[in-house]
């Protein structure tokens, strides 16, 4: 069957917590570890009762139709891996906590950390215009480069439309994007409402970032985020194929789609490929202060209200803040076809959780049992 733009469009923009697989499969058993960090590293069955109740939330989620899901929760220094379902429903492979996946939008939080790294170091200011940077890059319809500061690319008060909402990103979906000509799209109309998510702010984050320091944007997070904190398994796809084993992720009506669409659509707002752990060691370290100096924590953390779709989220410089029953939590989501990710941490990093599964077909993502069910996941994950 061929592509429908629109169906896949909106399986990478919806970011709601909704969604359910139609495929029937047979439910299979949660499974869990817990590994004791630091010295004297452990493994074995997740204990007690906040074990039993992160395998009950992966079961059910795996029930509500979803193949597989990982689901990762800290503790002060005890993290616990629960698996449930399928990570490749053709060989029938169970769900691996190891495996790495697309963490599509969690990208942003990556490429936001590698700017204000370039503020600390005094390379660029946040008060820095696009057109100082990139002259020429945006200058139509409106759309006005010299009046667009790298803090409104980075906190999505830009008005910058964005450029995924065209069909033309989907009707060639291993087409190799240039970034140029994705903000190009998004320039051929006027301006949107500022304070409206838009992917198109990263990508011109990701341009500067390579204007700033001359290397490629993958570089950059590479040697100042993936190797200083020994993140082996996360890196930012060049093509369509996986560097080692995989998640594979599925969409209907098209099944796997793991990898039928070129991550350039997404690059530096959504291109990085991880694994839970690499992803929740990143957040620790960014938001405990590792990453950044303090001044630039503070602008990290400074919200205002974005509209995502029909979601206002809580939205700094490239993290979303999320209330929780025991405390707020800091992070970011993610959806690419055939993929979903939830990352939350909180400021002093001694409580995490990170949810991913692989399927957010988005006929399906409107369940409100799966929307339900995620919520709890996410609550027991973080709060026990």
Known sequence: MPYNPARIRRALLT?????????TLIPLSATASTTARGDGASSGGASGVSGRRLEAVAERLVEDGLPGVIVLSRRGGRVKHVTAGVADKATGRRMDA???FRIASVTKT??????????????VSLDDTVERWLPGAVTRSGNDGSKITIRRLLDHTSGLKDYTLDPRIWTEPQREWKPQELIDIAQETPPIAKGTYSNTNYVLAGMIIERVTGRSAGDEIQRRIVRPLGLRHTSMATDRS???????GYMDPYGDVSTAISPSSAWTSGGVISTVDDVATFHRALYTGRLLPRRLQRELKTTRPV?????VQDYGLGVVKTRFSCGIAWGHDGGFPGYRTWTYTSADGK????ITYNDNSPALESDPRLKADL??????????
């Open 110 to 123: 990556f490429t936001s950390t590698v700017l204000l790294q370039l503020v600390a170091e005094r390379r």
């Open 307 to 311: 509209a995502d779709g029909s979601v």
């Open 351 to 354: 409580r995490q959780a990170v």
């Open 242 to 248: 996986f560097p080692g084993p995989y998640v594979h």
């Open 15 to 23: 970011v709601t917590l909704t969604g359910a697989l139609a495929t």
């Open 98 to 100: 190891r495996l790495r």
């Open 375 to 384: 919520d709890k996941a996410a609550e027991t994950a973080f709060c026990g």
